[in-house]
């Protein structure tokens, strides 16, 4: 697997207003968003994309429900590591099998062309191998 760039961080949260009042309001952060959904920003120093990720968006996204099983460990955040292309999305989420690692999902395009495959750490990190193209649009401007 070659790991190009961190995509993404984001906590992952139960309170979703609480948590803007801390980043947004608090923090100052840049992030935008709308209502009770994800809020997030690309323009944050060091950061190529910072999110406030609902966790029933989290569940949604992991297992195409809005309820986090109540048989696993509830995220507290999520990462997302970039490779090359959608085919090494595949082939990251194969080594990660291989190495005794269970997904939460084999990769799969997202409807924004993200292309992602997703595990849960015991210590409740949600790890994502993923292809976003946009991010690497960026690169060749």
């Known amino acids: 697997m070659n790991v190009l760039f961190i995509t993404s961080t984001a906590v992952v949260v139960a309170d979703p207003p609480q948590s803007r009042r801390l980043f947004i309001d608090a923090l100052g952060l840049p992030l935008e968003g709308e209502d009770e959904g994800y809020y997030s920003s690309g323009s944050i120093p060091g950061s190529k994309h910072f999110g406030i990720w609902p966790l029933s968006q989290a569940a949604e996204a992991c297992f195409g429900t809005p309820s ?9 955040a999520s990462i997302e590591f970039e490779v090359e292309d959608a085919d090494a999305v595949a082939a990251a989420g194969g080594e990660l099998e291989r190495a005794g690692f269970d997904l939460l999902h084999p990769a799969r395009t997202e409807p924004w062309g993200q ?26 401007v």
């Not at 986090?68 to 507290?76: E, F, I, K, S, Y």
Request: hydrophobic fraction near 35%; avoid cysteine.
């Open 68 to 76: 986090w099983p109540a048989d696993r460990t509830v995220p507290q």
């Open 115 to 140: 292309t992602v495959t997703r595990l849960l750490t015991d210590d409740g990190l949600i790890v994502g191998i993923s292809y976003a193209p946009a991010l690497h649009d960026e690169e060749r």
